[in-house]
């Protein structure tokens, strides 16, 4: 059976609503295996082994936050950091996440129309968050499509709620849409996107 | 006379080739302010008034780091978060940064060619620091394309020393991408890519 790890990198997870539901939602579930940073880690230090471990016994991770600055709160940098090391997640020998899935669920203030080609900011979230289609790239993960809630201060309680429904079947069910290639050597690798009808 | 700010965001400079080269040939030329931000913050704690005053006496503001998983260190975050308010930076009031200019300058360690549509990666670098062109978009600012240097540690001493010399050229003298429009109703705001040929 699949198993599924999700990594929470909010500020402040007592006063979250959207994070806070859809959390609610995975651990109700009772399969997941869900990690809260700043909750385990006040002090901002990630414990690079324990992490690592949690990564090697699941095949698919999901990293969840309130996008900040179109990017992850810092926590989340922080765990990158202290966790994908050359050797293991990368380079020679580097191979403890290749032919697992990652994805990421995000929630945002600005509304969903800012984020088209031709809305106020020009670029849509695809974009925004390919700083994390690359990390999959480079440690020869499959990639999902990024699950997101936008405009969350105009959501009421149902639309939270279909939201925190709709991400834990996306957690569960969603399919990759870069698969990565399995080749040992990440400088020849290969990604195939699926055509956009396939996702 | 344009005044120039440039916030470095370097884990450890002490041991850095290209971000301490890069920074040195600023300081040489004597009119630029430089903030090392590790240096100034060892425990990541951003005194958001001192940095913002220091935003609001500068026109163009420069960020300066090596690229970290695709993104740039926490430490810049931290800065983002602390010092881009509401009331300041954006919304109600918000129009501190409105007309001044912001830049990315960024080393990787990866191969140029790895940035291409069709290189290993798949995606560009101004693809990697959309965040940064959505931070100008939000915020009423002007944005620079980024200034890089890639595949650092194939680079020779001298190789360095040029990119040092085009980036003092880069701080001084580029021109904008994307122009803000001025306008103070940020929900409005339109801005104006310049075509290709006018970079």
Same sequence: chains 1, 2.
């Avoid at 599924?4 to 295996?33: C, F, K, Q, Y």
């Avoid at 940098?77 to 050359?86: E, H, K, P, V, Y």
Wanted: proline share 6%.
């Amino acid at each position: 059976m699949t198993k599924t790890l999700v990594i929470i990198a909010h500020p402040d997870m007592a006063r979250s609503r959207v994070n806070a539901a859809w959390a609610e939602a995975l651990r109700r579930a009772g399969d997941i295996t869900l990690r809260d940073l700043s909750a385990l880690y006040p002090d901002g230090m990630i414990d690079g082994a324990v992490e690592r471990s949690l990564l090697e016994a699941h095949d698919r991770i999901i990293l969840q936050f309130p996008l900040t600055w179109y990017s992850c709160p810092p926590i989340l940098s922080a765990w990158q950091i202290a966790i994908l090391t050359r050797g293991w997640a990368y380079g020679p020998g580097g191979r403890a996440l290749r032919l697992k899935t990652l994805g990421v669920a995000l929630s945002t203030g600005s509304n969903g129309r800012d984020y088209q080609p031709d809305g106020r900011y020009g670029r849509t979230l695809e974009d925004v968050t390919v700083p994390f289609e690359l990390m999959a790239r480079h440690t020869g993960m499959h990639y999902l499509p990024p699950f997101t809630l936008t405009g969350v201060r105009e959501c009421d309680d149902a639309a939270v709620a279909a939201s925190a429904r709709a991400y834990l079947d996306h957690v569960r069910t969603a399919k990759p849409r870069i698969l990565a290639s399995g080749r040992d050597d990440d400088r020849a690798r290969t990604v195939y996107p699926l055509e956009a009808g396939a996702r």
